[in-house]
């Protein structure tokens, strides 16, 4: 059974639709990449999937979860959303932590605000927090500010905030496109090393090698569809339709 099933996706802004009938879906586990020009609607689509838009059509399904459908659902309750929203985690280009708390206390702000509602220890709560940031490599910098931490070291704690809830499918929206060069490699180690332990994520990403190295599967898209998917090696290294081929000859020239 899919993990996460998407069908038939559709996002307008104003009249313009920028998300034209997309479907696709992914197993548990799995790690998919994400490619595509500026414009072509990924952002568009990790936003409609962690309910920070509105789709105008089609369906969304998490395990047996239905989170969207839009011939059934018309209008959905805060609280509905809210809850929608556990099953995914995401990951920004600006890493958007809190300034004013600790390394620690970003990663324990959502775990504390969840613990309000169901119950739950304080000290478990910390204990999974300090966790988290020690797989991220972190262990030395949980007590530190954002304004004192690198900016591979803020989103290596942002990794650690999206997954503090444990969510089913973690999304990265072009995770290191605001890094210096030599920061962005530690961000793309703990990325690979939650997929080799099988973490399930959808990552938006103009880093083509890492795509190669790291993906189950390759969606390429352009004006709002899905072009073509495939393993990095279809997708990546024997493109077949010629808006693909394009695009990676494009980025090939640019990155030499
Ligand atoms: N809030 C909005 N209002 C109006 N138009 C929008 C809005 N958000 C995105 N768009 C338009 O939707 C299209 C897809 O944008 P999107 O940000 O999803 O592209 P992208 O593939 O993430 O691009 P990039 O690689 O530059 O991040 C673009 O034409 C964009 O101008
Ligand atoms: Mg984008």
Do not use: W
């Not at 409609?48 to 011939?71: Q, S, Y």
């Amino acid at each position: 059974m899919p993990v996460l099933e998407v069908r038939n996706l559709k996002k307008s802004f104003d009249s313009t639709e920028v998300i034209h009938d997309i479907s696709f879906s992914m197993e548990e586990g799995e790690t998919v990449t994400i490619i595509g020009s500026s414009g072509s609607g990924k952002t568009t689509l990790l936003r409609c999937l962690n309910f920070l838009e509105r789709p105008d059509g089609g369906m969304i399904k998490v395990k047996d979860d239905v989170l969207f459908d839009n011939d059934v659902i018309k209008s959905l309750s805060v609280e509905s959303v809210r809850k929608k929203r556990l099953h995914f985690g995401l990951v920004f280009q600006s890493f958007n932590l809190f300034p004013q708390y600790t390394a620690l206390e970003n990663v324990m702000l959502a775990p504390r605000l969840m613990q309000k509602e169901n119950g739950g220890a304080e000290g478990e709560i910390k204990e999974r927090a300090e966790e988290l940031l020690r797989q991220m490599g972190l262990e030395d910098r949980m007590g530190n500010y954002p304004h004192e931490l690198s900016g591979g070291q803020q989103q290596r704690v942002a990794i650690a905030r999206a997954l503090a809830l444990n969510p089913d499918i973690l999304c990265f929206d072009e995770p290191t496109s605001a890094l210096d060069p030599e920061l962005t490699g530690e961000v793309l180690r703990v990325i690979k090393d939650l997929s080799t332990r099988h973490m399930t994520m959808i990552i938006v990403t103009h880093e083509m090698d890492f795509a190669h190295d790291v993906s189950d599967k390759v969606i390429f898209m352009d004006g709002g569809v899905i072009v073509e998917e495939g393993t990095p090696q279809e997708v990546i290294d024997a493109p077949k339709n010629e808006r693909t081929i394009q695009f990676l000859s494009n980025y090939s020239k640019r990155n030499g």
